[in-house]
């Protein structure tokens, strides 16, 4: 059975820190692109960050990049993001999803083949 399954979410300070982990099952991360969703309550899920099944070449929405890093290790069948400098506004459920391709498709949400449940990101003092 073909399964992405979120973990490391939780209550964080702003300013602190969270890693998430995608770790992936059923299939093999070598030939799918990984990015990481974000849904806040009343917005529409927003892409902010891939990477891609080889090279590992990344892309990071303008909200994160420099505070986020996307990271893979295929042996493990896992994807990570590092959140640093976390702020209230990125509170949301962060999902992460699977591309059947190489390079990453951008933030379609209909170009990624399968998603996780989510894992709930609360950045608050």
């Known amino acids: 059975q073909l399964q992405l399954v979120e973990s490391g979410g939780g209550l964080v300070q702003p300013g602190g820190s969270l890693r998430l982990s995608c770790a992936v099952f059923?299939?093999?991360?070598?030939?799918?692109?990984i990015g990481w969703f974000r849904q806040a309550p009343g917005k529409e899920r927003e892409g902010i960050s891939c990477?891609?099944?080889?090279?590992?070449?990344?892309n990071y929405a303008d909200s994160v990049k420099g505070r986020f890093t996307i990271s893979r290790d295929n042996a493990k069948n896992t994807v990570y993001l590092q959140m640093n400098s976390l702020k209230p506004e990125d509170t949301a459920v962060y999902y992460c999803?699977?591309?059947?391709?190489?390079?990453?498709?951008?933030?379609?949400?209909?170009?990624?083949?399968?998603w996780g449940q989510g894992t709930q990101v609360t950045v608050s003092s």
């Open positions: 999803a699977a591309a059947y391709r190489h390079g990453c498709p951008g933030w379609v949400l209909n170009t990624y083949n399968y």
């Open positions: 059923g299939f093999t991360l070598d030939y799918y692109a």
């Open positions: 990477i891609s099944s080889s090279v590992g070449s990344t």
